[in-house]
């Protein structure tokens, strides 16, 4: 049955109600990361399986963790951390990045934090982001704004927008993730003459 999402507070329920998104949350929580949230794909999904009325969820080829500390930024902890996911939960496909040193990986300026790294990702509909707080309660962060993933809609973020090799990628994307296949009501937006 297809439903109707409004608002964040209507994603957070819908998370909430989600009893295998709430064990990888938890499981997530419990390293005790600095800056941590799970990205993109993950709350993307949800939220497209939901609004198309699918019964089941769409299979997502991983768990993007993402933490910030600049204090360590050594790969091989990340993977540790992966491990440690794996051990807790070995059925999800847990990709764990310290965004402090993903700037180096990605060709760009510094982030500030995780937040500031969720908001330069490609696609307004992909830059989401959900955690827990001190009190437990499911925080969600959406720096682009959520209209466009509740609306189906798939365009760059205005740093995506912001020069020809950075919309280029974004493109790139879209045609290798091919969403639409997945989810035939999505609109993806292509701008014109950019750069």
């Known amino acids: 049955m297809k439903k109707v999402l409004k608002n964040e507070q209507d994603v957070i329920t819908l998370i909430l109600r989600d009893d295998d998104m709430m064990k990888i949350i938890k499981a997530a929580s419990s390293l005790n990361l600095p800056d941590w949230w799970i990205c993109a794909g993950f709350v993307r999904s949800k939220i497209w399986d939901t609004l198309h009325g699918y019964p089941r969820k769409t299979e997502i080829p991983d768990v993007d963790v993402i933490y910030f500390d600049n204090t360590m930024i050594d790969e091989n902890l990340e993977k540790q951390f992966e491990k440690k ?96 296949a997945i989810w035939p009501k999505v609109r993806v937006c292509h701008l014109v003459n950019n750069g």
Request: net charge positive; charged share 25%.
């Open 85 to 180: 996911l794996t051990r807790i939960l070995p059925n999800v496909p847990w990709s764990v990045k310290n965004e402090a040193r993903m700037h180096l990986t990605n060709n760009l300026p510094p982030y500030t934090s995780s937040e500031d790294a969720i908001s330069k990702f490609p696609e307004t509909a992909t830059a989401l982001g959900v955690t827990l707080d001190k009190q437990r309660n499911v925080i969600l962060t959406a720096p682009c704004g959520l209209e466009d993933v509740l609306q189906l809609i798939v365009r760059p973020t205005p740093f995506f927008r912001a020069t020809k090799e950075l919309y280029d990628l974004y493109e790139e994307r879209i045609v290798k993730k091919n969403w639409t």
